[in-house]
């Protein structure tokens, strides 16, 4: 079975800074996609960035990008130039197919605090 | 357009009680999940259609929770004699297709709170 550990529980960082959150997981599949989710306080979960496994290139999102390992099963985001906004759990997940026939792997979360 | 909406967004039961939740997907989306958050943890996956085909229903916990999509549109979501530790919130996702470059959507969730 496949898991995600993240193992940063909370993650305080001042606005305008850079933060990485981690991320590793466990898979015996070669062609997978990991994710990156952000949900607020509201509680409705938001896609920040998707990497597929068979892409060497890192994914990019305006001021989020990846930082893929796929031989050390790591995928950590890093987030510049924080905003107040970008203040909220975040989890890393991990799927076979890619989110649209099955269920995805959560993390834990990490908790992102933006101190102003 | 409307996102996954879900109903009711919070629920009390007493132990021993059943409820039923419900998940308005996206519309013309194939793909539902369901998911429960425990306090302080990710979400877990409980079940998946495609249509009305549930293809897997893998993370019900056990044989009290039950998931129908009878029309290939709205979801539901039926624990029957509630325990404390189905106490969570039940996220719903959607997603258009099942291909792999489908995003799933996530509705608001239901906090149930089993007293």
């Known amino acids: 079975a496949q898991t995600v550990t993240q193992s940063q529980p909370e993650m305080s960082v001042q606005e305008a800074e850079t933060v990485t959150l981690s991320c590793t997981y466990d898979?015996?599949?070669?062609?997978?996609?990991l994710f990156w989710y952000k949900q607020p306080p509201s509680r409705q979960m938001i896609l920040v960035i998707r990497?597929?496994?068979?892409?060497?290139q890192n994914a990019t999102e305006n001021r989020f990008s990846v930082n893929f390992q796929k031989a050390a099963k790591s995928f950590s985001l890093k987030i510049s130039d924080s905003q107040l906004g970008d203040a909220a759990m975040y989890f890393c997940?991990?799927?076979?197919?890619?989110?649209?026939?099955?269920?995805?792997?959560f993390g834990k979360g990490t908790h992102l605090i933006i101190q102003p | 357009g409307a996102g996954v909406s879900q109903s009711p967004r919070y629920k009390v039961a007493k132990r021993g009680q059943d409820v039923a939740l419900r998940c308005d997907p996206i519309?013309?989306?194939?793909?539902l999940f369901w998911y429960q958050q425990a306090l302080g943890q990710g979400p877990e996956f409980l079940t998946y259609?495609?249509?009305?085909?549930?293809?897997?229903k893998s993370g019900l916990p056990s044989d009290r929770f039950f998931a129908e999509r009878p029309e290939g549109s709205v979801s539901t979501l039926k624990i029957q004699r509630t325990q404390q530790e189905d106490s969570a919130v039940y996220l719903c996702a959607s997603s258009l297709e099942t291909g792999g470059t489908y995003e799933q959507y996530f509705g608001p969730g239901t906090r149930l709170t089993v007293t």
């Open positions: 519309s013309g989306h194939v793909s």
């Open positions: 259609f495609q249509n009305e085909a549930q293809l897997d």
């Open positions: 898979t015996s599949e070669s062609d997978y996609y």
């Open positions: 990497q597929e496994a068979y892409k060497q």
């Open positions: 997940a991990y799927s076979r197919s890619g989110g649209g026939a099955d269920g995805l792997t």
